[in-house]
């Protein structure tokens, strides 16, 4: 049975995940025991982003759909900083000693920061739509008068 996606629950997760590769930055871990998990999750982190932007922008009537892509926004952005520290920070897992590392952090900001920008149009498209009631005021008022 398909459930649907509860996106505040795996934003959470994903976040969540995020905090952990952060973690790893900060650690001495190995890189024969950690660096393909990292690049896994990063690939995870990635693809669900990707999934949770389309079923946001695809379904309009989604219950707190602006709250829900603001925080989406808010992940992605956590996302890509913690792919600019991969980059940046001397570790024992960083791109720095990791040429494919390199390569995979720079497609995955360039997928990220199209999401973001995707998620807040998401946003800026209805707040520019003019809601018009669907029953005029005349169509309401006999209505209520047959009840």
């Known amino acids: 049975m398909n459930k649907p996606v509860d996106v505040e629950d ?12 952060q973690d790893i930055l900060a650690l001495d871990v190995s890189p024969n ?3 393909d998990k990292s690049i896994d999750d ?3 982190i990635d693809k669900t982003l990707a999934v949770l932007l389309k ?9 707190e759909r602006d709250e829900q892509l603001d925080n989406l926004s808010e992940t992605e952005w956590q996302f ?10 001397s ?3 960083s791109a720095e000693h990791f040429p494919v590392l390199r390569d995979k952090i720079f497609v995955l900001r360039k997928q990220s920061a199209v999401r973001r920008k ?7 498209k209805k707040e520019g739509v003019e809601t018009t009631p669907i029953v005029s005021s005349d169509e309401m008022s006999e209505l209520l008068k047959r009840l």
């Open 118 to 124: 995707a998620a807040d149009n998401a946003r800026a």
């Open 91 to 93: 570790s024992t897992i």
């Open 80 to 89: 890509s900083q913690v792919l600019v520290r991969f980059l940046s920070v």
């Open 55 to 63: 079923m946001l922008t695809e379904d309009t009537y989604i219950m």
């Open 10 to 21: 795996t934003l959470y997760i994903l976040n969540t995940r995020i905090q952990m590769l």
């Open 33 to 35: 025991l950690f660096l």
């Open 42 to 44: 990063m690939d995870f």
